[in-house]
């Protein structure tokens, strides 16, 4: 981990709208994640609506398209990048690709993801239409660790969102939202304030 006083540089992947990216932009830009730098705004879809709003914020942005590679060829051009960009922390944020082992050992235990569910509820694609679907009360989203399972890493933090009898997918989707904007800069300022530890699954907050 590098030392207090050196800036932490995030890398930030995505593959759409990129709104969680430009609420980690605003945290980092109003001081809310301190000793933090956005190095990279990294997409694999050049479409990426993201990408654009990135750019207008003055960010870095790099495409690296999949282009019929190997996961593993990909990823170690996106893991290159993220080298050559010096990033401490990458932080998921509607990343849509599952990370390579060999990412993921380039980075250990600093990819964060997060995941509009209240994991272990509902990983993977639509957990919004999952959550609807099984009938829950309540859902949330959750901020983990990124390790080889499909949205299983250690729970950085959660927060909760009721369901309503005639909620819809949109709807609930969008109350989800408002809370991963809320919660994802939390994470990412705990992580890299390092006043934690991971202590088996769980990761406990120092005092
Ligand atoms: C979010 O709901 C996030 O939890 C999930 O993908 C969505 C990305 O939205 N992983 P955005 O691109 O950050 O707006």
């Known amino acids: 981990m590098p030392s207090a006083t050196t800036k932490q540089r995030?890398?930030?992947l995505i593959s759409g709208r990129g709104s969680n990216m430009l609420a980690l932009a605003d945290a980092v830009?109003?001081?809310r994640i301190p000793n933090a730098e956005i190095a990279v705004v990294l997409s694999d879809q050049g479409e990426a609506p993201g990408i654009g709003s990135a750019k207008a914020r003055g960010l870095y942005t790099v495409v690296i398209?999949?282009?019929?590679?190997?996961?593993?060829d990909h990823d170690n051009e996106v893991v290159k990048k993220l080298k050559e960009c010096s990033v401490d922390l990458v932080c998921l944020?509607?990343?849509m690709r599952i990370v390579s082992s060999c990412f993921i050992q380039s980075f250990p235990e600093r990819i964060l993801n997060i995941h509009p569910s209240l994991?272990?509820?509902f990983p993977g694609l639509a957990a919004q239409r999952q959550?609807?679907?099984h009938g829950v009360k309540w859902s949330g989203?959750?901020?983990h660790f990124v390790?080889?399972?499909l949205d299983g890493g250690p729970i950085i933090m959660q927060t909760v969102v009721s369901v309503a009898d005639d909620d819809t997918e949109e709807g609930l989707s969008a109350r989800i939202l408002e809370q991963e904007h809320r919660i994802y800069p939390e994470a990412v300022a705990l992580i890299v304030s390092g006043n934690y530890e991971v202590s088996g699954r769980r990761v406990l907050r120092k005092r």
Not at 65 to 72: F, I, P, V
């Open 147 to 149: 390790d080889e399972t």
């Open 141 to 143: 989203c959750t901020v």
């Open 65 to 72: 398209e999949r282009q019929g590679r190997t996961r593993d």
């Open 29 to 31: 830009q109003g001081g």
């Open 10 to 12: 995030l890398g930030i």
């Open 119 to 121: 994991l272990p509820a």
């Open 93 to 95: 944020a509607g990343y």
């Open 131 to 133: 959550a609807l679907d």
